[in-house]
């Protein structure tokens, strides 16, 4: 049985191909999947050159940001459909999916700082929980989109005379090869303005100026954090996703929390999805 593991997020959509659980092939599609961030015309041509790579499979295995919202769900389901229609499909949350393949009948209480954030959690009974994950209009505190988003909102204060100067604001110059900061302004005219502003973060140097910024959206989503583990009974808190790279995030992270045990999750989710035999879908 061919299985497609798919893992999209904001800034890539990575993809395992595996045949009765063993891992044949992975690829990184360096382009953002996230529906609330891109088109459904973007995200066809994204699937259309993932089925070239893979070619038909038995089933589809899909772990997507933001798709725990019924309408973007909606859009994904129809393209994945166009694409692998002679296969079987399933479509979850990044978040949702992480649990699928963590989840072994004790608690869990998982925390993700990819491109957006959200904490998730499911009990002893299988009831799933959640903080936060609202989209970048409105929370995902502590992820790289933000963490940067605030990052260039303290140098476009620097260009009005507000703030003094950090060191992190040439290092934006030469990431996105501008030779003012007033061009910052600009990213956010470009459609996948989501991706190119979160992608900073894989580079940005743990200046002042960003820790401080780390701290200060590090407190309310480790309060989320702790929400959860109380709602869930979870004796320690998972952290997933490409902010906890940085050692920086992690140290203040686990400061915050300095009395829950702590795990850094280092797996492949596409791989994980493609290969595990036993996914826990169907949440309360």
């Known amino acids: 049985m061919l299985v497609l593991g798919l893992d999209g997020g904001g800034t890539s959509l990575k993809a395992t191909l595996a045949k009765d659980g063993r891992a044949i092939k992975r690829k990184i599609f360096e382009k953002g999947v996230n529906i609330s961030a891109v088109s459904a015309e973007e995200l066809e041509r994204t699937i259309k050159e993932v089925r070239g790579w893979s070619g038909p499979v038995d089933e589809v295995r899909a772990a997507f940001s933001g798709a725990g919202d019924p309408e973007r769900k ?3 389901t129809a393209v994945l459909e166009k694409f692998f229609a002679k296969s079987s499909r399933m479509i979850l949350s990044d978040a949702e999916a992480l649990i699928a393949c963590l989840y072994e009948g004790k608690p869990l209480t998982i925390a993700i700082a990819g491109t957006g954030s959200i904490v998730v959690g499911i009990d002893e009974n299988g009831r799933f929980v959640r903080a936060g994950g609202w989209g970048h209009l409105f929370d995902d505190e502590a992820s790289a989109f933000s963490i940067v988003k605030s990052i260039i909102v303290e140098a476009l204060l620097h260009v009005d005379g507000l703030v003094g100067h950090d060191p992190v604001f040439h290092e934006l110059l030469n990431y996105y090869g501008f030779d003012k900061l007033e061009q910052l302004a600009n990213l956010q005219r470009f459609s996948d303005f989501k991706e190119k502003i979160a992608s900073f973060a894989r580079v940005m140097p743990n200046t ?9 959206e590090l ?11 109380a709602l869930t009974n979870a004796d320690r808190v998972l952290g997933f996703g490409g902010m906890f790279l940085n050692e920086e995030y992690r140290n203040i992270f686990c400061s915050m929390l300095r009395d829950v045990e702590f795990e850094h999750l280092k797996l492949h989710l596409d791989e994980a999805l493609a290969t595990k035999t036993n996914l826990k879908v169907g949440f309360k």
């Not at 002042?208 to 200060?216: A, F, T």
């Not at 309310?220 to 702790?226: A, K, Q």
Request: hydrophobic share 50%; charged share 35%.
């Open 219 to 229: 407190k309310l989503f480790t309060d989320r954090v702790r929400q959860v583990l």
């Open 208 to 216: 002042q100026l960003v820790k401080r910024i780390m701290k200060k």
């Open 74 to 76: 909606a859009v994904l």
